[in-house]
């Protein structure tokens, strides 16, 4: 199994660019995000100088500001602004610092066009589509040039009234450019007589992320009056169809999405998150991931390989570990490609204790230039990994460089709302073991939970193939 454990190792060295991050910032900011969205939104005031109170200057009426005032020079402090309808609005944070600085921000809020659908007069029985729309406006002079030119992305439709039914011309999510407008059909079951009115909700992924939400609402309303049908008195009585039972509409939940998207399993893939947070992670209990994104294309990235529970007590007197760390540049092409690039460098070592041989040790320096490509989006994506190791290898008597290409294809497809399933093959010269890794993952809004098998029996060379050439892997990130 020492293999597999040179070969976690490598994957470690790839390892190490998984990051997750859910904030788009600048370093000087004062204020983020740049800009709310229609409902709730957490707003975060930063200033070293620390913060000595917030005032609200001007603000559209739809605009509510909780939480201005004395701030006692803290550093960070977090307010709340409710949007109450998606009309274009503003409002003016006043900052002062703990050195009589006074910084200024005004953020605006998208302006969106609220459709009332009138369908008309639908016989009972019928069933009566009408077509809705999202637009999106390419010269919107609230935002400026840099946000109207980021397009849209719309994650999900969703409506509480069983009668109604939502006809989609493709998958969910889906991007809308400045510019585009979106359609899709809403049909009416008429099963009962009267004037129906109901919201069709439209959930838009926030450009920025924060206090934990993704996306915001935009209704549209549907309006339509149900009508008996015509009398006919050369024929049987028309039958009025059965009322559906009385229930509570189900309660739409808001969209989800993994928050691992940068990686297959443990090799990672060419997908950059934003920047400005980071994760924690372990492969297997023993190796150990993490990373920060200081920038919106580049981040840093570090990890390694605890020693294994017989080293810690000598039963075998083994004794192997491993640490690394790196930079990672990527950037998005078109709406399903993403690229990147980087570097990592790291160290392995290991220890065997002989009563009969002198003390075997070995120790290995690698740096590790590397490309990914990946193609898909947070649902389903296919990724390759691919670079050089230049490894130097240090034994008692003798030094000696071994170098080694690297290979590793992966993905992952979602199955349900919660659910991922996930592949990984991973090739190394001079490493006799061809991994083959499938798991099980479940997601949260900031932690991803693999379970699974790799399966090591696929061998090279002269290697021969374990007498078990089955292991369980398990792997958990948490994302901050």
Excluded at 130 to 140: C, G, L, M, S, V
Excluded at 198 to 216: E, F, Q
Aim: with cysteine; aromatic share 8%.
């Amino acid at each position: 199994m020492r293999r597999y454990r040179v070969l976690l190792f490598i994957a470690l060295v790839c390892g190490t660019l998984v990051h997750c991050g859910t904030a788009d910032a600048q370093e000087d900011r004062v204020v983020y995000p740049p800009e709310i969205y229609c409902g709730e939104n957490t707003i975060t005031i930063s200033l070293p100088s620390g913060i000595q109170r917030v005032e609200i200057g001007d603000a559209t009426p739809n605009i509510t500001v909780f939480g201005a005032g004395k701030v006692d020079c803290r550093q960070k402090y977090d307010m709340r602004v409710l949007v109450t309808d998606p009309l274009r609005g503003s409002v003016q944070l006043v900052v002062t610092d703990c050195r009589n600085r006074t910084f200024v921000r005004t953020l605006n809020s998208r302006s969106w066009n609220v459709d009332i659908n009138r369908l008309g007069r639908v016989q009972l029985g019928d069933t009566a589509c009408h077509e809705f729309q999202i637009r999106t406006d390419a010269n919107d002079p609230t935002l400026g040039a840099a946000v109207v030119a980021q397009p849209t992305i719309l994650d999900s439709i969703t409506v509480n009234d069983p009668r109604i039914i939502v006809r989609l011309p493709g998958k969910l999510p889906v991007t809308v450019r400045p510019g585009e407008t979106y359609r899709y059909k809403v049909c009416v079951v008429a099963t009962e007589l009267g004037r129906m009115k109901y919201p069709v909700t439209t959930w838009i992924r926030r450009t920025y992320p924060s206090g934990g939400l993704t996306t915001y609402a935009v209704a549209d309303t549907g309006l339509v009056t149900v009508v008996a049908p015509p009398e006919r008195h050369d024929t049987l009585p028309v039958r009025t169809p059965e009322r559906p039972p009385d229930q509570p509409p189900p309660t739409p939940e808001p969209p989800i999405t993994d928050p691992t998207t940068f990686r297959s399993i443990a090799v990672p893939n060419a997908v950059l998150p934003k920047q400005g947070h980071g994760y924690v992670g372990s492969y297997d209990l023993l190796g150990l991931t993490a990373g920060y994104s200081f920038h919106r294309n580049v981040m840093l990235l570090a990890g390694g390989a605890l020693p294994t529970p017989d080293d810690w007590t000598g039963i075998h007197g083994d004794m192997f570990g491993a640490y690394s760390i790196g930079l990672k540049a990527g950037l998005p092409i078109g709406d399903r490609f993403n690229v990147a690039a980087g570097y990592q460098w790291g160290r392995s070592f290991y220890d065997r204790q002989n009563p009969v041989a002198d003390t075997v040790r070995s120790d290995i320096t690698i740096s590790a230039p590397y490309a990914a490509l990946s193609y898909g989006d947070d649902d389903s994506r296919l990724s390759l990994t691919a670079g050089y190791a230049f490894k130097h290898h240090k034994k008692p008597n003798v030094e000696f460089d071994q170098n080694a290409a690297f290979f590793a294809a992966g993905g992952d497809i979602r199955v349900a709302r919660h659910w991922k399933l996930a592949g990984e093959l991973l090739r190394m010269e001079t490493v006799g073991v061809v991994p083959l890794v499938a798991t099980a993952r479940y997601f949260g809004e900031s932690f991803a939970i693999d379970a699974g098998l790799a399966y090591v029996g696929i061998t090279t060379g002269d290697t021969k193939a374990p007498s078990i050439p089955v292991v369980p892997v398990v792997s958990a990130i948490l994302v901050f």
